[in-house]
């Protein structure tokens, strides 16, 4: 992939970016390519262990489920002084065996504590960090906050049922991004808000459903699409979910 093309076509030139949860992944896919690329980047990487910086990289922990810890985040943002460009949030659960975390095939199968876990991380973190990072952008004319999302969130597209709890939380996630857009463009037009399903990539979040997938990405298969989905996006997008070719997904 050739970012810098993409990135002088679309004349989008984010300086600061913000990846969270990206310590490995779809993230961490992401943060290689935009290192590798011509563009004076600076890099910042969320997630919930300690890791060390590097030249191009800066991290941070963060909890992302819980508020406190973003309370924390932005006393450390404030400090710096930092605005950000493009947000990304890479943050998501599909399963947890350890602790009983797996999507349901019949709602016989429904499982409160799954539910829960579910809506906080996939739901709620998107939540928080519209919240409180819709405040640390800069003033650029086209700023951008993606959040990972993914089909199966889609009400009108459900013609087959199943995982229910993990279904629920992404309709919810695409819910708080819709609704925050709508808010926001009211006093920054320059925003935009989206969801974007990265289609079934070959991490551990997806490693015990890949057997069923037509078609699996690898991390940085998804990480390319993804990024010229980004790239693309105008300031009348916002509001939208989109797959990983820049189609829209309904709600």
């Not at 060390?52 to 508020?67: C, F, G, P, W």
């Amino acid at each position: 992939m050739n970012l810098d093309k993409i990135i002088e076509k679309t004349n989008f030139y984010p300086k600061n970016i913000l990846l969270l949860g990206a310590a490995d992944g779809i993230g961490q896919a992401i943060s290689k390519i935009l290192i590798n690329s011509n563009a004076n980047l600076k890099i910042y990487i969320t997630s919930r262990g300690k890791n060390h910086n590097t030249s191009r990289i800066k991290y941070y922990q963060l909890e992302a489920t819980e508020e406190s810890d973003w309370l924390k985040f932005i006393k450390i943002l404030d400090k710096e002084k930092i605005k950000f460009d493009l947000i990304i949030n890479t943050i998501g659960i599909l399963h947890d065996e350890e602790n009983k975390i797996i999507p349901e095939k019949s709602i016989k199968n429904f499982n409160a504590n799954s539910f829960i876990q579910n809506i906080k991380v996939n739901t709620l973190v998107t939540a928080l960090c519209i919240k409180y990072m819709t405040d640390y952008f800069s003033k650029n004319n086209k700023v951008i906050l993606a959040s990972l999302t993914a089909r199966l969130g889609s009400i009108s597209d459900n013609n087959i049922g199943g995982w229910i709890s993990y279904r629920a939380s992404k309709a919810a996630q695409h819910m708080i991004i819709k609704t925050a857009s709508i808010e926001i463009k009211r006093t920054n037009n320059n925003m935009i808000i989206v969801g974007l399903h990265p289609g079934t990539v070959e991490t551990k979040l997806s490693k015990p459903y890949l057997k069923s997938a037509s078609k699996i990405f690898d991390t940085n298969e998804s990480a390319e699409k993804l990024l010229k989905v980004i790239y693309n996006l105008s300031n009348t997008d916002t509001g939208n979910i989109y797959d990983y070719s820049g189609r829209i997904i309904p709600y």
